[in-house]
């Protein structure tokens, strides 16, 4: 199994960064999918990006393309996720997550750091 601690939320003015880092424990890390989530109070769970083990394919939902940047560090076990251009929207708690390349749901799930973006 792999247990996934993030940190790095926080409170923020709409137009700044933040980034947010997620650090997994596993022998397996480096065959898992991650991915970031986010869930807004009242609202289910939304898919914010992914990226392969291998880092050569990321994807980002349209709501945060162009702002938001995932990437990862396999030799420190760690995920990211770089957020620019944060708006009050984006206010949610954020959540990583790991699968294998071939499941189709997320089995590993962080227990999520909270983003708050002040108009």
């Known amino acids: 199994q792999v247990q996934l601690v993030e940190s790095g939320g926080g409170l923020v003015q709409a137009g700044g960064s933040l980034r947010l880092s997620c650090a997994a424990s596993?022998?397996?890390?480096?065959?898992?999918?991650m991915g970031w989530f986010r869930q807004a109070p009242g609202k289910e769970r939304e898919f914010v990006a992914a990226?392969?083990?291998?880092?050569?394919?990321?994807n980002t939902a349209d709501s945060v393309k162009g702002r938001f940047t995932i990437s990862r560090d396999n030799a420190k076990n760690t995920a990211y996720l770089q957020m620019d251009s944060l708006k009050p929207e984006d206010t949610a708690v954020y959540y990583c997550?790991?699968?294998?390349?071939?499941?189709?749901?997320?089995?590993?799930w962080g227990q999520g750091t909270q983003v708050t973006v002040s108009s």
């Open positions: 990226l392969s083990w291998s880092g050569d394919n990321p």
């Open positions: 596993g022998r397996t890390f480096t065959f898992y999918t």
């Open positions: 997550a790991a699968k294998e390349r071939t499941s189709v749901k997320y089995r590993y």
